[in-house]
């Protein structure tokens, strides 16, 4: 009878890792740093659970996809008790049991019409190590719900845009801001300085008739002195 195949192992309880939680960065390097010269076996308890195997191997998967990471030579222990003997070797995982922060694949999309009274409404975009929620923040200065902005009347003649958070166990990451929506209108601003002008422009207007008004009544003043001259 020929001796058993040699096998490096992996339990994954003893390392603390939860795959129902993302993998973290230093687990998926730990996994490489293992399986260059064969294959890691890895274990768990829970591999008694019905689809368990495709689970956990989704689970790694879908780590290696958020670090742009190139494949593992990894494969699962049989179901059953965790294998022992002269052939196997295990190495022990004593890194981050945290899971890792969120990461932006797709940044989030703003749409709607560009009005005031309109609403804009965002993605959350796509993301890696599954957020478990979101918060929205608008550049506006409108009524903003969840991930809906109603267009107030001082964001006509700007853009709004929003910013994503996602949040997990592992902590929470900003997007890149949204594609901007323009708001038709005239920005606040700049109709307060046109309505300036207007009352400064009328203002000069006024003061100019009164002195143009003036001049009339120096004029008719001035008149009968002349003549009193010429008689004299």
Same mark, same amino acid.
């Given at each position: *009878? =020929?001796? $058993? *195949?040699? @096998?490096?192992?992996? %339990?994954? %309880?003893?390392?603390?890792? %939860?795959?129902?939680?993302?993998? $973290?960065?230093?687990? #998926?390097?730990?996994?490489?740093? !293992? =399986?260059?010269?064969?294959?890691?076996?890895?274990?768990?308890?829970?591999?008694?659970?019905?689809?368990?195997?495709?689970? #956990?191997?989704?689970? #790694?998967?879908?780590?290696?996809?958020?670090?742009?990471?190139?494949?593992?030579? &990894?494969? *699962?222990?049989?179901?059953?008790?965790?294998?022992?003997?002269? !052939?196997?070797?295990?190495?022990?995982?004593?890194?981050?049991?945290?899971?890792?922060?969120?990461?932006?694949?797709?940044?989030?999309?703003?749409?709607?019409?560009?009005?005031?009274?309109?609403?804009?409404?965002?993605? @959350?975009?796509?993301?890696? !190590?599954?957020?478990? /929620?979101?918060?929205?923040?608008?550049?506006?200065?409108?009524?903003?719900?969840? !991930?809906?902005?109603?267009?107030?009347?001082?964001?006509?003649?700007? =853009?709004?845009?929003?910013?994503?958070?996602? &949040?997990?166990?592992?902590?929470?990451?900003?997007?890149? $801001?949204?594609?901007? #929506?323009?708001?038709?209108?005239?920005?606040?601003?700049?109709?307060?300085?046109?309505?300036?002008? /207007?009352?400064?422009?009328?203002?000069?207007?006024?003061?100019?008739?009164?002195?143009?008004?003036? %001049?009339?009544?120096?004029?008719?003043?001035? =008149? $009968?002195?002349?003549?009193?001259?010429?008689?004299?």
């Amino acid at each position: *009878m =020929s001796d $058993p *195949m040699p @096998m490096t192992l992996l %339990d994954l %309880d003893a390392a603390g890792l %939860d795959p129902t939680q993302p993998a $973290p960065a230093e687990f #998926i390097q730990f996994l490489y740093d !293992n =399986s260059r010269s064969s294959y890691l076996t890895l274990w768990s308890a829970r591999l008694a659970e019905p689809d368990a195997a495709t689970k #956990i191997t989704r689970w #790694i998967n879908d780590a290696l996809a958020v670090y742009h990471a190139r494949s593992l030579q &990894t494969q *699962m222990a049989p179901v059953g008790d965790k294998p022992a003997g002269a !052939n196997v070797t295990e190495v022990t995982y004593s890194g981050s049991t945290t899971p890792a922060a969120p990461v932006c694949v797709d940044v989030p999309y703003l749409g709607g019409t560009g009005a005031v009274g309109e609403t804009l409404s965002v993605t @959350m975009g796509n993301w890696g !190590n599954t957020p478990t /929620s979101y918060t929205y923040a608008f550049s506006g200065g409108g009524v903003a719900t969840g !991930n809906n902005y109603v267009v107030a009347e001082s964001d006509a003649g700007t =853009s709004v845009t929003c910013v994503v958070s996602a &949040t997990n166990a592992g902590g929470t990451t900003a997007a890149p $801001p949204s594609n901007a #929506i323009a708001i038709a209108g005239v920005a606040a601003d700049a109709s307060a300085h046109t309505r300036a002008s /207007s009352h400064t422009s009328s203002t000069a207007a006024r003061h100019a008739d009164e002195r143009s008004g003036d %001049d009339t009544k120096v004029s008719r003043t001035a =008149s $009968p002195q002349r003549a009193t001259t010429r008689d004299t």
